[in-house]
Nanobody, 116 residues
Framework: QVHLVESGGGLLQPGGSLRLSCAAS????????MSWYRQAPGKERELVAT????????NYANSVAGRCTISRDNTKNTVYLQINRLEPEDTDVYYC?????????WGQGTRGTVSS
C-alpha cells in the first residue's frame, strides 16, 4: 500500500525558508518521479515542482523558479522541497504526489504559513 507522509512547514517569516520532507513507502521509490503540489483555500491545487526518478532532472512552477529546490534521497525513500525568500503568497498546504500505473497517490499535506 502506497503511503506518502509529509512533514515540515509551520509558521514562517517572510524572506525565510521552508523545508519539507515526504517519506514514501509501499512502492519502489527509485523508479518513480515525485512531485510537490500546493493548495491555498478556495484555489485549485497547483504543481510546484517535479523531480525525476534518479534526481538528475527537475522542473519548477514559474511562481517558485529561482528560489525553490526539489531533491530526493533514494536511500531514504524521501523527497524534499525547499523554498527560499518566502512570500505571504507561499502560504499553502503542501502535498507530495506520485503517479504509479496511472493511479495518483497523495499525502495528507502539511501546512506552511508565511506571516510576520
Amino acid at each position: 500500500q502506497v503511503h506518502l507522509v509529509e512533514s515540515g512547514g509551520g509558521l514562517l517569516q517572510p524572506g525565510g525558508s521552508l523545508r519539507l520532507s515526504c517519506a514514501a513507502s509501499g512502492f519502489t521509490f527509485n523508479m518513480y518521479a515525485m512531485s510537490w503540489y500546493r493548495q491555498a483555500p478556495g484555489k485549485e491545487r497547483e504543481l510546484v515542482a517535479t523531480i525525476n526518478y534518479n534526481g538528475e532532472s527537475a522542473n519548477y512552477a514559474n511562481s517558485v523558479a529561482g528560489r525553490c529546490t526539489i531533491s530526493r534521497d533514494n536511500t531514504k525513500n524521501t523527497v524534499y522541497l525547499q523554498i527560499n525568500r518566502l512570500e505571504p503568497e507561499d502560504t499553502d498546504v503542501y502535498y507530495c504526489q506520485v503517479i504509479i500505473l496511472q493511479h495518483t497517490y497523495w499525502g495528507q499535506g502539511t501546512r506552511g504559513t508565511v506571516s510576520s
